[in-house]
C-alpha cells in the first residue's frame, strides 16, 4: 500500500526567510514523488516531481525537493520565501512499478508567508 | 496554457436535482482520468478512475449510483452528481495523466483541472 503523511497542517514563515514543507511516504516498491500547489478555489498545479538521479530536485517558481531514502523523505523547500507562495501544497506519490494506479496524496499543509 | 479543462467552475443547484461536470483533456489522449473530492479542510480524495471505453473504478465508500463516470472518449471524462443533497457540495477535481510519448518532463504527472465547485441548496 501507498501512503503520504505531511505532518504539519499550517506552516508560517516570514517573508526572505527560507521555508521547509515536509512530506514522508510508504510504497513497497521505487518511490515517484510529486509536489503540487494549489491556490484557493483552483485546481492543483505541478511543483516538481522525482523519479531517479539526483536526489535534489528543482522545480517552478525557485522551489526544490531533496529525496532521501532512508528518511523515505520528501521536503519541500525554497531559500527565501515570497508572500506569493502562501497556498495550499500537497505531496503526492506512486509506485514506479504499479501500472497505471493513481497518486496517493497527502492531506495538504497550508503555508503562510507574512510580509 | 490549460492542459486539462474542467466545466462549469461554479454551479448551484437544488437538492435532488443532477449536475453534469465535463472534464476535457485539451493537449493529449487520456486512457485514464481521475476525479477528486476535495473536502472543506483541505484533503483531497480521490472518488475513481475513469478508463476510456470502459466502467470506471471507485474507491471504497463513493457510491457509484451516485455519481456517474463516463468516460466515452479519449478526451472527455463526465461526473454526474445524480440527485444531488446539500451534503454532496463540495470541490470536484478531474485529472488526467500524460501518455509515454508525452514530452518526457511531463511524463507521468498529472495535470489537473480548475476544479468544480458544487452548492447543493
Known amino acids: 500500500a501507498q501512503s503520504v503523511a505531511q505532518p504539519e497542517d499550517q506552516v508560517n514563515v516570514a517573508e526572505g526567510n527560507p521555508l521547509t514543507v515536509k512530506c514522508t511516504y510508504s510504497v513497497s516498491g521505487n518511490p515517484y514523488l510529486f509536489w503540487y500547489v494549489q491556490y484557493p478555489n483552483r485546481g492543483l498545479q505541478f511543483l516538481l516531481k522525482y523519479i531517479t538521479g539526483d536526489n535534489l530536485v528543482k522545480g517552478s517558481y525557485g522551489f526544490e525537493a531533496e529525496f532521501n531514502k532512508s528518511q523515505t523523505s520528501f521536503h519541500l523547500k525554497k531559500p527565501s520565501a515570497l508572500v506569493s507562495d502562501s497556498a495550499l501544497y500537497f505531496c503526492?506519490?506512486?509506485?514506479?512499478?504499479?501500472?497505471?494506479?493513481?497518486?496517493?496524496f497527502g492531506k495538504g499543509t497550508r503555508l503562510s508567508v507574512i510580509a | 496554457g490549460a492542459v486539462v479543462s474542467q466545466h462549469p467552475s461554479r454551479v448551484i443547484c437544488k437538492s435532488g436535482t443532477s449536475v453534469k461536470i465535463e472534464c476535457r483533456s485539451l493537449d493529449f489522449q487520456a486512457t485514464t482520468m481521475f476525479w477528486y473530492r476535495q473536502f472543506p479542510k483541505q484533503s483531497l480524495m480521490l472518488m475513481a478512475t475513469s478508463n476510456e471505453g470502459s466502467k470506471a473504478t471507485y474507491e471504497q465508500g463513493v457510491e457509484k449510483d451516485k455519481f456517474l463516470i463516463n468516460h466515452a472518449s479519449l478526451t472527455l471524462s463526465t461526473l454526474t452528481v445524480t440527485s444531488a443533497h446539500p451534503e454532496d457540495s463540495s470541490f470536484y477535481i478531474c485529472s488526467a495523466r500524460a501518455p509515454s510519448g508525452y514530452p518526457v518532463h511531463y511524463t507521468g504527472e498529472l495535470f489537473f483541472g480548475e476544479g468544480s465547485r458544487l452548492t447543493v441548496l
Open positions: 503526492a506519490v506512486r509506485d514506479i512499478n504499479s501500472g497505471n494506479t493513481p497518486l496517493v
